[in-house]
Each structure stands twice: as structure tokens, then as C-alpha cells.
């Protein structure tokens, strides 16, 4: 194989990704997908994939910073990793993404998704598409242990976040609109 045709910057991408994809599972380690015996990388490498598809469709503007706060993206809401080791670590684009991303667990559970989708639309359209890509992850499986109207109050607030996000990539928007349609428990 000729070295020349290789892109720098995606090398030096794979770099930064893998230094992402490290910590998260260190600090993602004994985590696992609420319900399940499955580890949390499983809902990390999720969110990803739907980064690297929807990327293949229509290019995001920034897929180093996407990527990287789609797999850092639950290390300060699940894991109390401080917001300045994510600076330190990553830079602050992304530690500000993934601040984003978080949910604030001072304010009540009905306001908190709210300051966070005002926070998100603060930020590059990327860390928008690591939000939709979270929310088509989780709508993956309905929770055996979630009762028909959590089910439905989860779906409501997927399409809250549609309406909010949904203008960041069209891909991700039909992906999600799909999958919300489709979320109901049986």
C-alpha cells in the first residue's frame, strides 16, 4: 500500500478517537446498560455508529468533535467525571459538548431536559447530532421494566428533542422520527 494516499487528518482523527474510546471505558468499566447484564460501551459504540452512518450519508461539519463527545457523552452525567478533566483530556470544544449533552441533576427531572436541549443549541450542530444519535440509541429497546406510560412520556420527549434538534442533519432526523414512530411497549 502506497503511504502517500492516506488522508494526515484522519489519522491524526483515529488518534484522537481512540484516546476518547480509552477513557470512556475505563471509566465506563463496571457500567452497565440500565436493565441488562450488557456493558454501557455497547450504548457508546451505538451512539457512534449512528455518528459514522449518518456521516456516510451526509457529512457532519465537525466529525472529530462529533465523535469524540458521542463517546465521551455520559462521562460527567453517569460517571462524575469533572468537567475540567474533560478540558484538560480533550479540549474544551469538547468538554463543552459533552457539558452540553449532560443532564443538570440539581434541577427537577422535568426541567432538566429542557436546560439541557438550550444548551445543546448553544453549541456546534455537531454535539446537536450526538444528542439525536443518543436518543436513536436509546429508543433501540423499550425497558422490560418500563410501564406503558414511562414508555410513551420517553417517546414525547424523543420528539421534543426531534423538534429542537432535528434541523442539525436530516438523516439523523429521519432516523430518529422512525424510531420514535416505531417506540411503543407490547
Same mark, same amino acid.
Given at each position: 500500500?502506497? &503511504?502517500?494516499?492516506?488522508?494526515?487528518? =484522519?489519522?491524526?482523527?483515529?488518534?484522537?478517537?481512540?484516546?476518547?474510546?480509552?477513557?470512556?471505558?475505563?471509566? $465506563?468499566?463496571?457500567?452497565? /446498560?440500565? #436493565?441488562?447484564?450488557?456493558?454501557?460501551?455497547?450504548?457508546?459504540?451505538?451512539?457512534?455508529?449512528?455518528?459514522?452512518?449518518?456521516?456516510?450519508? &451526509?457529512?457532519? =461539519?465537525? +466529525? =472529530? !468533535?462529533? /465523535?469524540?463527545?458521542?463517546? !465521551? $457523552?455520559?462521562? +460527567?452525567?453517569?460517571?462524575?467525571? @469533572?468537567?475540567?478533566?474533560?478540558? %484538560?483530556?480533550? #479540549?474544551?470544544?469538547? *468538554?463543552? #459538548? /459533552?457539558?452540553?449533552? =449532560?443532564?443538570?441533576?440539581?434541577?427537577? %427531572?422535568? *426541567?432538566?431536559?429542557?436546560?439541557?436541549?438550550?444548551? +445543546?443549541?448553544?453549541?456546534?450542530?455537531?454535539?446537536?447530532?450526538?444528542?439525536?444519535?443518543?436518543?436513536?440509541?436509546?429508543? $433501540?429497546?423499550?425497558? *422490560? $421494566?418500563?410501564?406503558?406510560?414511562?414508555?410513551?412520556?420517553?417517546?414525547?420527549?424523543?420528539?421534543? +428533542?426531534?423538534?429542537?434538534? #432535528?434541523?442539525?442533519?436530516?438523516? !439523523?432526523?429521519?432516523?430518529?422520527?422512525?424510531?420514535?414512530? @416505531?417506540?411503543?411497549?407490547?
Amino acid at each position: 500500500m502506497n &503511504n502517500t494516499t492516506l488522508n494526515p487528518i =484522519s489519522s491524526s482523527f483515529a488518534d484522537e478517537w481512540l484516546e476518547a474510546w480509552r477513557f470512556a471505558a475505563e471509566v $465506563h468499566n463496571a457500567q452497565k /446498560v440500565p #436493565g441488562t447484564d450488557l456493558p454501557y460501551l455497547r450504548h457508546l459504540g451505538m451512539v457512534t455508529m449512528e455518528i459514522f452512518t449518518a456521516h456516510t450519508i &451526509n457529512p457532519i =461539519s465537525d +466529525i =472529530s !468533535l462529533a /465523535v469524540r463527545c458521542a463517546i !465521551l $457523552h455520559d462521562t +460527567i452525567e453517569d460517571q462524575d467525571i @469533572a468537567y475540567e478533566e474533560l478540558v %484538560k483530556r480533550f #479540549g474544551q470544544e469538547v *468538554a463543552n #459538548g /459533552v457539558l452540553a449533552l =449532560s443532564k443538570n441533576s440539581d434541577l427537577p %427531572k422535568s *426541567a432538566a431536559m429542557e436546560d439541557s436541549l438550550s444548551r +445543546i443549541r448553544a453549541q456546534p450542530t455537531a454535539v446537536w447530532c450526538v444528542k439525536l444519535a443518543d436518543r436513536i440509541s436509546n429508543l $433501540h429497546d423499550v425497558p *422490560a $421494566h418500563w410501564t406503558a406510560e414511562k414508555c410513551e412520556t420517553y417517546r414525547a420527549e424523543a420528539q421534543k +428533542i426531534l423538534h429542537e434538534l #432535528g434541523s442539525a442533519h436530516d438523516a !439523523l432526523a429521519i432516523r430518529l422520527a422512525a424510531k420514535i414512530k @416505531a417506540y411503543t411497549k407490547t
